[in-house]
C-alpha cells in the first residue's frame, strides 16, 4: 500500500496525507463518506485508533465532517482548502530545500528554474 | 471504563524487585504493547495480571477484582506464551476441540481456518512439534479463544518472519472483527508498533513511557552537530542517549516538547535536526547506560 512505514513522520500523518491525496485526485467527493477507521486499519495494517488519529486531522481542519451514527464526510470545498494549505506550507517547504540544496552546489537560479521546466515536460510527456 | 489497573506493585524475588512501585491504567478495547528489555519485568508483570502469582505489595485489579484466585479474571481470560504445556495423550485436534469447551466465545471456524493456512497436521502432538509450530498453534488457541482478557508473552518466539507478519494480521483483523483488550509483549517493537494502540516501556521493573504508539514517534528528538554546540545547546536537558560521530561531532537525543528553544537556536547553529525511530528511542530508554555498547569499547 502506499504507506512509508520506514519514514520517519507519523503513521497517523500520512494517513491523513493519503486522504488529502485521495481528495486531490477526486477519488472522494463533496458530501461523500470517507473511510471509516476500521476500513483504514484493516487497508494500512495499523491500529484503528491510528486510523482516527489520521481522520481527526483533517476534521479539525473542517475538511472533513461528522454525521452522527454515520461517519465522517467530505465537506465542501475542502479540495480548495487542501490546495491553499498544502500550497502554502507542504510545497513552500519543499521549494525551500530544493533553493537550499541548489546554493549548497552553487546552481544558478537560471538553471534551476530550467530543472524545473524540464522536470514538469517530462511529467507532461509521461501523462500522455 | 479500566480494565487493569495497578498501584504501587511490587513483587521481589528474595532480594530482587523484579517489579518495582508499578502503576498505570489500560482502559477498555486496547491493544498495548509491552516492550523492555530482557529482565525487565514483563513476564512477571503479565503473570500477576493474569493471576498466576501473587504480588508482594501494592494493588492490581483485573475487571476490578485482585486476580490472584478469581474465577472472573481466569475465566474471561488467556495467557498464551511459548512454555504452554497440553495432555500429552491429545493431538491437536482434539487440543482445539477440548477448548473449545472451555473457553465460552471460542471460534472454531476461526480456529480450523488457521489451521489449515500455517498447515498444521491434526494428527501430530504438541510435544513434537518444533518451537516456531507450537508458538504458531498456541497463537491459534489464543486468538480462536476470543477472551475479554488477552495475554501474549513473547508469542513469536521462533516463528519465521513470513509467519510473524501473518499472525500481527491476524491478530489485527481479529481485533477489528472482535474489539477487545490485548496485551502483548515483545522486544521486536517495529515489527508491531502500527498494529498496538499503546506502548508501556518498562525497564528494570519500573515504568518508563505509558503513551499512545502514535506519540511515541514524536517523543524525542536528535541533534547532530560539532560537539561544543551540541553539549553547549543541550545543558540541563535530560540525554536520552549520546554517541560521538567521527572526530567532534556528536549524536544526542533529548526530549521533544522541552526542546523547542534549542531546536530553533541549534537549527540556526548549523546542528542537524532529525526524528528517533520508536525502536530506536525505546533501546535508548531502556539502556542502563547511555551511551550504549560503545561506552564498554570507549573507556578512556
Known amino acids: 500500500m502506499g504507506l512509508d512505514m520506514v519514514e520517519d513522520k507519523p503513521i497517523y500523518?500520512?494517513?491523513?496525507e493519503w486522504l488529502e491525496n485521495e481528495i486531490l485526485c477526486g477519488n472522494i467527493r463533496e458530501?461523500?463518506?470517507?473511510?471509516?477507521?476500521?476500513q483504514l486499519a484493516e487497508m494500512f495494517n495499523i491500529n484503528p485508533a491510528t486510523a482516527a488519529k489520521g481522520i481527526n486531522i483533517l476534521a479539525d481542519q473542517g475538511i472533513l465532517y461528522k454525521k452522527r451514527g454515520l461517519g465522517m464526510f467530505l465537506s465542501a470545498n475542502s479540495k480548495e482548502k487542501i490546495q491553499y494549505s498544502r500550497k502554502n506550507h507542504t510545497l513552500k517547504k519543499l521549494v525551500e530545500a530544493v533553493v537550499t540544496e541548489a546554493r549548497r552546489?552553487?546552481?544558478y537560479e537560471n538553471e534551476l528554474i530550467d530543472m524545473m521546466r524540464d522536470a514538469k515536460k517530462e511529467l507532461d510527456?509521461?501523462?500522455? | 471504563m479500566d480494565v487493569i489497573s495497578c498501584k504501587?506493585?511490587?513483587?521481589n524475588f528474595g532480594r530482587v524487585k523484579a517489579i518495582n512501585d508499578l502503576s498505570f491504567t489500560i482502559e477498555q478495547n486496547r491493544i498495548t504493547g509491552l516492550i523492555g528489555p530482557n529482565g525487565a519485568g514483563k513476564t512477571t508483570l503479565l503473570k500477576i495480571i493474569a493471576g498466576f502469582m501473587r504480588a508482594s505489595s501494592g494493588q492490581v485489579a483485573v475487571f476490578s477484582e485482585n486476580p490472584f484466585n478469581s474465577l472472573k479474571v481466569s475465566s474471561n481470560?488467556?495467557?498464551i506464551d511459548e512454555n504452554m504445556k497440553f495432555p500429552q495423550s491429545l493431538s491437536l485436534a482434539e487440543i482445539l476441540l477440548s477448548a473449545s469447551a472451555f473457553y465460552e466465545n471460542w471460534d472454531m471456524e476461526l480456529a480450523k481456518g488457521l489451521f489449515d493456512y500455517f498447515s498444521l497436521n491434526p494428527s501430530r502432538q504438541h510435544h513434537h512439534l518444533s518451537k516456531g509450530m507450537k508458538s504458531t498453534f498456541n497463537m491459534i488457541i489464543g486468538l480462536a479463544s476470543q477472551c475479554p482478557l488477552t495475554i501474549f508473552d513473547e508469542p513469536t518466539a521462533g516463528m519465521d518472519a513470513g509467519v510473524r507478519k501473518d499472525f500481527y494480521r491476524a491478530l489485527l483483523r481479529d481485533y477489528l472483527q472482535n474489539p477487545r483488550n490485548i496485551i502483548f509483549s515483545s522486544h521486536l517493537l517495529n515489527e508491531v508498533?502500527?498494529?498496538?494502540?499503546?506502548?508501556l516501556l518498562l525497564r528494570e521493573g519500573e515504568k518508563r513511557l505509558h503513551l499512545p504508539v502514535s506519540d511515541l514517534k514524536e517523543f524525542a528528538v536528535a541533534l547532530r552537530g560539532k560537539k561544543e554546540i551540541i553539549f553547549d545547546l543541550t545543558a540541563g536537558q535530560e540525554i536520552y542517549y549520546q554517541k560521538s560521530m567521527g572526530q567532534d561531532y556528536y549524536y544526542i537525543v533529548i526530549r521533544r516538547d522541552s526542546a523547542g528553544e534549542v531546536l530553533q537556536?541549534?537549527?540556526a547553529a548549523g546542528v542537524e535536526i532529525l526524528p528517533v525511530k520508536a525502536d530506536e528511542l525505546c533501546v535508548y530508554l531502556t539502556n542502563r547506560n547511555r551511551g550504549g555498547i560503545d561506552h564498554v569499547f570507549d573507556r578512556n
Open chain 2, 77 to 79: 481470560m488467556i495467557f
Open chain 1, 13 to 16: 500523518v500520512q494517513i491523513a
Open chain 1, 31 to 38: 458530501n461523500e463518506k470517507i473511510y471509516s477507521q476500521y
Open chain 2, 265 to 267: 537556536k541549534g537549527g
Open chain 1, 105 to 107: 552546489l552553487g546552481v
Open chain 2, 193 to 199: 508498533e502500527d498494529i498496538l494502540e499503546d506502548i
Open chain 2, 8 to 11: 504501587g506493585l511490587t513483587k
Open chain 1, 125 to 128: 510527456e509521461h501523462e500522455k
